[in-house]
């Protein structure tokens, strides 16, 4: 029997933690406790209206069993199409402008001015929220589905050129330099090097994005921006729990068909 | 790719005549249905507002510039509280997703062809819906306030955070699974030896990651009266006091600056 | 003392990999199963201790018969069984011991399991296995870190803690060198001797079977084949098992291959 062996017999066994040390991780156990308490202090929930609620919220669940399509179907009907001709339209405009706001973020093929700008453009439209740069497109605009377009675009264009610029950092570079050595002008290595390693990507990601412009045209309606989410926002305010469960209805139905399509398409192009 | 000969030449092209005018017509397509699309937007907008907007925009510019830097006292609740609104309701929602995770994936669910529909179905649906409209919904149930914030992103971030997670159950390594089986260890101890294990740094990166998305959305709930600094910023644009709005919104790029910043660190630590 | 009778399995895809498969083994025997891939080895093995469910016959581990027990019972039977595989299957992002103790956890309750506190005694045997195999200064790497000799160290004190009666070893050195192969096939035989085991080495290296076990049996289409000793396995045995090919420079250069290193070490 080795000595080694003779040392840990006997002994107890714990398993090595994460943080081998021991205050930190006391101090950080401890500080996490602290946090969740005096968060939840001063949440102050105001348990006798939550109460009230649940009624409420059994009306609404119910509701979604007997969903009222037609009593508010022209509001319905016409906010849901103006959400999808927001969508097509600023998915269109946006994935337009995002392709040579992505050529020029990315910094293997761009000259270090327009690499900064264009990463300039970006960080901007990632920081901002949709529906903050909405509030202040329709303070500028005026209401109406302009400023919801608008909005939608400018995400788009913060969403896509990102990742469009990381998928051609890191693209292989030997495809692209065969190119460039047969003689090819700029334009050409792009449509030649670097379009068709890319771009199975690029409509994934451009389809995944017409996803998300949906589910983010529902929400433009409560500042102004159209689309159905006016109509939501009327419904909830005057507790038409029917007619809101059939506009929440078509939301998921229509995000769950885009799913379906996107992931056909997803899986046709790769 | 046909090749066709023509006059003697062998000319190349990259389709058929047909394959072309299917794209060609195609295009036509897209084309119409952009161009209603544009209509349509057009039409529904005042375009006398449209050409006056550069002139609003530096009125607006001219009022918001310097910002209200005093007003910053008045923020430190409303900051304190979306932080946590965010935090309270990424813990509540991972709490939640990991059970529907692990009925949702192929791989565990105990019925695929009954439990599992119903764990996708609640993914599908909580996703689908943006926390400001589960907010508003939870607003009218429970009255305004902090707490329909913390509920609204949690019920967002579950379809969020238990699709990532079941995906990521479902590209576990079977065979670590089939040796903790073969010792004979029971159902749930398969689970916490062969599975958990090889889910937690993914759980871990999801975690990290939908609360930096929550701190981002959590800023805006306050629009609807679900608490936090967003509540800061509606009263502020309903009365058009544009300094403090320009405060805000500072304040609210600096938080998701620096919740990425975070994020980034933790995931970086943690992978 | 396990006793196969009519094992049969077939694949909803209509494969059958195992046609009515007929074995005993006596205790404290290691008999090495060869064969073509796709011969059904893996399959016989899975289906022993069921992680592939036989589809007819019967399996017999002493006098309990296995097949159509219910989930405790075989829970109980497994823990008889240790299993040893080919990629190691280690749980990676656990430590070394915890994938040892991992062996016992058909014996613990799911919170001890959970919390990491097993007995005394486990830990202790844990700890007098790992120095047997060389691996007690490893004991709290965790298993990523271990090169592909050491981890299956580990795999080989996973199934031993189990203090089972019989080895189910399934491609043990398909994924290692020469050398460690050769390190690998010792010790699990010498731990055999040592603990009186019986086990079933599922394993496409002639040679290397030859060298270690006493009994060799040889799969083809999912039928039993060869069952003999390692000597009785002739070119013309080999060529039933495999197909056509030379096969005398095979045995032959194994031979002196085997002797070189034996004589090296």
């Known amino acids: ?270 | 790719m046909p090749v066709i000969e023509k006059n003697g030449d062998t000319i190349w092209h990259r389709r058929t005549t047909k394959q072309s005018l299917a794209h060609s017509a195609m295009w036509l397509v897209g084309l119409a249905i952009f161009a209603y699309c544009w209509q349509q937007i057009s039409n529904a907008t005042t375009w006398f507002f449209v050409w006056d907007a550069p002139r609003i925009a530096s009125d607006i510019w001219t009022r918001a510039t310097p910002p209200k830097w005093e007003y910053i006292s008045q923020l430190g609740r409303p900051i304190w509280d979306t932080l946590n609104i965010a935090t309270l309701g990424t813990l509540i929602a991972l709490c939640l997703a990991v059970p529907v995770a692990f009925l949702a994936a192929r791989n565990t669910t105990p019925s695929a062809l009954f439990i599992r529909p119903v764990a996708l179905l609640i993914i599908v649906s909580t996703r689908s819906i943006n926390s400001l409209i589960w907010a508003l919904l939870l607003i009218a149930i429970i009255g305004p306030g902090v707490f329909a914030g913390v509920v609204a992103i949690a019920i967002r971030s579950i379809g969020f955070c238990a699709k990532l997670l079941y995906e990521a159950i479902e590209e576990i390594d079977e065979v670590q699974v089939e040796a903790i089986t073969a010792t004979g260890a029971s159902r749930w101890q398969v689970m916490a030896y062969g599975i958990v294990p090889q889910i937690l740094p993914a759980f871990a990166g999801i975690a990290v990651f939908r609360w930096d998305i929550n701190i981002r959305e959590s800023t805006v709930l306050g629009l609807v009266g679900a608490g936090g600094i967003g509540l800061q910023l509606s009263a502020s644009l309903n009365v058009l006091a544009w300094p403090q709005v320009s405060l805000i919104l500072l304040v609210i790029l600096a938080a998701v600056v620096i919740s990425e910043w975070v994020s980034a660190k933790v995931r970086g630590a943690i992978i | 003392m396990l006793k196969l009778k009519k094992l049969v399995k077939t694949y909803r895809t209509g494969d059958q990999a195992l046609k009515s498969i007929e074995l005993e083994v006596p205790e404290g025997q290691v008999l090495a199963l060869i064969g073509p891939s796709g011969a059904g080895k893996s399959t016989l093995i899975r289906c022993i201790n069921r992680l592939v469910e036989p589809t007819s016959g019967e399996v017999w581990l002493g006098d309990i018969e296995l097949t159509h027990l219910k989930s405790s019972g075989l829970r109980r039977a497994r823990r008889e069984m240790g299993m040893i595989f080919q990629e190691y299957a280690l749980v990676e992002r656990l430590t070394v011991m915890e994938n040892v103790l991992s062996g016992r956890l058909g014996y613990v309750g799911f919170w001890r399991s959970l919390t990491r506190r097993f007995p005394q005694s486990d830990v202790d045997e844990a700890f007098r296995l790992l120095d047997r195999v060389g691996l007690l200064a490893m004991a709290d790497k965790r298993a990523d870190e271990l090169s592909g000799g050491q981890r299956q160290r580990v795999g080989i004190c996973r199934a031993l803690i189990q203090n089972p009666k019989l080895l189910l070893v399934d491609e043990p050195t398909a994924s290692l060198d020469p050398k460690t192969s050769r390190q690998i096939m010792r010790l699990i035989c010498e731990l055999c001797t040592e603990r009186g085991l019986a086990a079933i080495i599922n394993i496409h290296d002639v040679a290397l079977a030859q060298m270690f076990v006493q009994r060799v049996v040889g799969l083809r289409f999912g039928a039993v084949e060869f069952d003999g000793p390692p000597e009785a396995l002739t070119p013309d045995v080999l060529t039933t098992i495999y197909g056509e090919e030379d096969w005398e420079a095979t045995i032959k250069k194994v031979d002196d291959d085997g002797n070189e290193i034996e004589a090296a070490e």
């Open chain 1, 1 to 270: 029997m080795s000595t080694e062996l003779e040392a840990v017999l006997g002994k107890t066994w714990k398993r090595p933690p994460f943080i081998s040390n021991q205050l930190l991780r006391r101090g950080l156990a401890l500080a996490f406790v602290a946090y969740l308490i005096a968060a939840y202090l001063t949440i102050d929930i105001n348990w006798s209206r939550v109460y009230e609620g649940l009624d409420r919220g059994a009306q609404f669940a119910l509701a979604f069993t007997n969903p009222d399509f037609t009593s508010r179907a022209s509001d319905i009907w016409g906010g849901l199409l103006e959400s999808v001709i927001i969508t097509v339209a600023a998915s269109v405009v946006g994935i337009l402008i995002s392709i040579p706001i992505g050529l020029g973020a990315a910094r293997n093929i761009a000259p270090l001015p327009v690499y900064l700008i264009c990463r300039g453009i970006v960080a901007i439209s990632r920081a901002l929220q949709e529906i903050i740069v909405a509030i202040l497109l329709v303070a500028i605009f005026g209401f109406g589905p302009l400023a919801g377009f608008l909005t939608l675009s400018f995400a788009t264009i913060g969403f896509l050129s990102k990742l469009l610029a990381e998928d051609i950092e890191s693209m292989d570079r030997v495809q692209a330099e065969a190119i460039k050595a047969s003689g090819a002008r700029w334009a050409q290595w792009i449509n030649y090097g670097v379009q068709p390693q890319v771009m199975p990507r690029l409509v994934g990601l451009s389809i995944y994005r017409v996803d998300i412009n949906f589910r983010e045209s529902a929400i433009l309606g409560l500042v102004g921006a159209g689309g159905i989410g006016a109509t939501l926002n009327t419904a909830f305010d005057r507790y038409e729990y029917d007619t809101a469960a059939a506009i929440l209805i078509l939301i998921i139905v229509v995000v769950m068909a885009l799913e379906y399509i996107s992931g056909i398409v997803r899986a046709r192009v790769q």
